[in-house]
Every structure is written in structure tokens, then in C-alpha cells.
């Protein structure tokens, strides 16, 4: 088990961005992408808010207008889960236990199947979300947290092997890292 975390292609996004506003939409479409799964706490949410705000309302019904399927996937409960996903009438996935393939399987067939290639998942988290991505197939994009002061404990705990795994991959392929925006950022 030990030498699927070995495995750096596992830790590369497709695209990093600050914010999932930065994200081009309409390449992702253009790139084949009619699905799009969205991770919550400190992706679109900090931990610390509940409900979706007016950018995040505007960003859902710009997608919806490029005709994504967006579903909801967080390792988080179901109450804070479905009362954000209530609030922009939004298919969502709880208690994903990402970066395993559970949660990523219970999504697929919610969106009935559709081939792993045109399916784009977004995250704060490589630990999580990129790993379990890209091990899923999926196009991965990774963006900054939102506000990490507010993070679980089992979070802060990701976010130490996010640092070891971003240090190795620095030191071992400095042209993708570099790439990839990352320095002073995570």
C-alpha cells in the first residue's frame, strides 16, 4: 500500500489555480469535460460558513449554462454537506473518504457512468483530492485553501504530508513544480 504514495504521477494536477474562479471553464469544455466534481471545505466554503454566496451562486449557474454536470463531493457530514448543496440545488456526495475510490464511485453512478476522461475534479488538496483524482482518472485541478486558520486537525495532518510530498516532487521534477506556480503558495 505504502508505494501507491511513492508514486509522484498520482500528486500531479492538470492545473493549478488560486481560486476555482480563475478556472476556465470553456477550455475545460473544449478539453472534453462534462462533469464536474467539486470538493467544499476551503475549495468553495471555509469550514467556518455554510452557505453558498453570491459568487458561488453565479459560478453554479455559469456551468450550468455550459451544460458541466456539478456535483458535491466532501469527506464532510451530511448536514453541513446538504445544507450548502440545499441552497444551490446541487447533487452532492457525503462522507466521500477521498482519496479512496468509494466516494469518487458513488459520484460516477449518480452522473450515470460517464467515462472517467470527461470528468474534472477541483480541490484544495493533494493529499485528497488530487491523489484520489488522478488515481480515479479523472482531470484534476488543485487550488489554494480558502482559509486554513479554520482546518480540522485531521486537515492540518494532511497538509504536513501535502508539504513532504510537494518537497520531494520539487526536488525531484523542479520543472512541472515550477510549473505549477506553487512556490510560497501552499
Known amino acids: 500500500m505504502i508505494e501507491i504514495f511513492l508514486r509522484k ?3 500531479y494536477p492538470k492545473e493549478y489555480h488560486q481560486t476555482i474562479y480563475d478556472i476556465d471553464f470553456i477550455a475545460l469544455k473544449e478539453k472534453g469535460i462534462k462533469n464536474i466534481l467539486i470538493d467544499l471545505d476551503n475549495t468553495l466554503i471555509p469550514y467556518d460558513e455554510h452557505l453558498a454566496n453570491d ?6 449557474k455559469k456551468l450550468e ?4 454536470k456539478v456535483m458535491i463531493i466532501s469527506n464532510n457530514n451530511e448536514q453541513r454537506v446538504k445544507k450548502f448543496c440545499d441552497d444551490i440545488d446541487c447533487e452532492y ?7 479512496f475510490k468509494y466516494g469518487f464511485k458513488k459520484a460516477l453512478k449518480k452522473l450515470n457512468h460517464p467515462p472517467r476522461q470527461e470528468v474534472a475534479l477541483i480541490g484544495d488538496q493533494f493529499m485528497t483530492d488530487v491523489f484520489g483524482g488522478n488515481r480515479m482518472g479523472f482531470y484534476t485541478i488543485v487550488v ?4 486554513r486558520k ?4 485531521y486537515t492540518k495532518l494532511n497538509r ?3 508539504r513532504k510530498v510537494l518537497h520531494r516532487l520539487k526536488r525531484t521534477d523542479l520543472e512541472y513544480y515550477e510549473k505549477l506556480h506553487l512556490e510560497g503558495k501552499r
Not at 65 to 68: C, E, G, I, P, T
Not at 150 to 153: L, N
Open 150 to 153: 479554520t482546518e480540522k486537525w
Open 93 to 99: 456526495i457525503f462522507s466521500a473518504r477521498k482519496p
Open 144 to 147: 489554494d485553501a480558502i482559509k
Open 65 to 68: 449554462s455550459l451544460d458541466f
Open 55 to 60: 459568487q458561488i451562486k453565479t459560478l453554479m
Open 9 to 11: 504521477k498520482y500528486f
Open 160 to 162: 504536513r504530508l501535502e
